[in-house]
């Protein structure tokens, strides 16, 4: 069974910048895609980034591009999010998970196992 925790989310001003772990059991974690997602309050969950088996193809939401990171080691089974100049618009509880597939996608419906969130909070 594959579980996936996230961990590193936090308090944090405007303009800071936080970094997310999230840790996958396994044997498996390398031959797959993976992604972020974020659901902020009373909104729908939402694409953040996404990243190929071997980290080759990677996508990001517009709203984050130039601002956050996603990069993975497969040696370690884990998966990071890199979030710099961070905004209030960015607090969110934020969610990593696992794609049926190899390669890259901001599709929801094509991630099949999912963390229980890290919850991030940006102060203006």
């Known amino acids: 069974q594959v579980q996936l925790i996230e961990s590193g989310g936090g308090l944090v001003q405007a303009g800071g910048s936080l970094r997310l772990s999230c840790a996958a059991s396994?044997?498996?974690?390398?031959?797959?895609?993976m992604g972020w997602f974020r659901q902020a309050p009373e909104k729908e969950r939402e694409f953040v980034a996404s990243?190929?088996?071997?980290?080759?193809?990677?996508y990001y939401a517009d709203s984050v591009k130039g601002r956050f990171t996603i990069s993975r080691d497969n040696a370690k089974n884990t998966l990071y999010l890199q979030m710099n100049s961070l905004k209030p618009e960015d607090t969110a509880v934020y969610y990593c998970?696992?794609?049926?597939?190899?390669?890259?996608?901001?599709?929801?419906?094509?991630?099949?196992?999912w963390g229980q969130g890290t919850r991030v909070t940006v102060s203006s």
């Open positions: 396994g044997r498996t974690f390398s031959s797959y895609g």
């Open positions: 990243i190929s088996w071997g980290g080759g193809s990677i």
């Open positions: 998970a696992r794609r049926r597939y190899s390669g890259a996608s901001s599709s929801m419906g094509e991630y099949d196992h």
